[in-house]
């Protein structure tokens, strides 16, 4: 019997996956941002009018989804201003390079590194900062989780989660996932080990930029 849903994976750096669930999520996480000119009509959907015709002064403040932002962010035109949630800001990349495996990033943001790669697309002076950040919290983790992950063998494993973001939940799972092939096959409770997806989807990407 085939699955109904076939789990699709998230964009990589700038860019979304609209077939993505994670990234559908992702993009409605709110963001602070500032109309830089009026913005008619837009009061009622944002929850700052009572009409549907009423439009949002110059100057006000919001709290806008990351699609809509991208949306209306025009760095010619300026139409709206985006400003750094609190956790890509200056402050707690200082505590992020100290020691990144002490933060809950789950409560701070459940897509970190997904949302903190979007927020590149907008005209930020902080941007190669915020990037550096973002790669060397991922490295700095990394090797934790899958240690984890590996360690964790038929445990509850609900307080190792709780505090990862939604990419290093699902690294966390693959991890999991390979230890229970492996100790089903060192059993002899399957026929063979078979490659990781991962590794069949990148195949699969390297002969199709080989063939064209």
């Keep these: 019997m085939s699955e109904a849903y076939f789990p699709v994976g998230p964009g990589l750096g700038l860019e979304e996956n609209f077939l993505s669930l994670d990234d559908i999520l992702m ?4 963001l602070p941002s500032r109309a830089e000119s009026t913005l008619p ?3 009622f959907a944002l929850g700052q009018g009572a009409g549907a015709g009423d439009a949002i002064a110059e100057g006000s403040k919001l709290e806008i989804p990351l699609w809509l932002a991208k949306g209306l962010h025009d760095s010619k035109r300026r139409i709206i201003s985006v400003e750094l949630p609190k956790i890509y800001k200056e402050a707690w990349r200082t505590v992020f390079s100290a ?3 002490v933060v809950d990033l789950h409560k701070m943001g459940p897509y970190y590194y997904g949302f903190g790669s979007q927020l590149l697309n907008f005209d930020n002076p902080e941007n190669p900062e915020i990037a550096q950040t973002i790669l060397q919290t991922f490295i700095s983790r990394f090797r934790r989780i899958m240690d984890s992950s590996q360690n964790a063998y038929n445990e509850d494993t609900s307080a190792l989660v709780a505090r990862l973001d939604e990419l290093e939940r699902a690294l966390f799972q693959a991890g999991q996932k390979g230890l229970n092939d492996f100790q089903c096959w060192e059993k002899g409770q399957a026929s063979q080990i078979t490659a ?3 590794v069949q989807n990148y195949g699969k990407r390297k002969f199709t930029d080989m063939d064209s």
């Design 41 to 43: 009509r837009l009061a």
């Design 27 to 30: 993009s409605q996480e709110k």
């Design 99 to 101: 020691d990144a495996n």
């Design 196 to 198: 990781s997806s991962l």
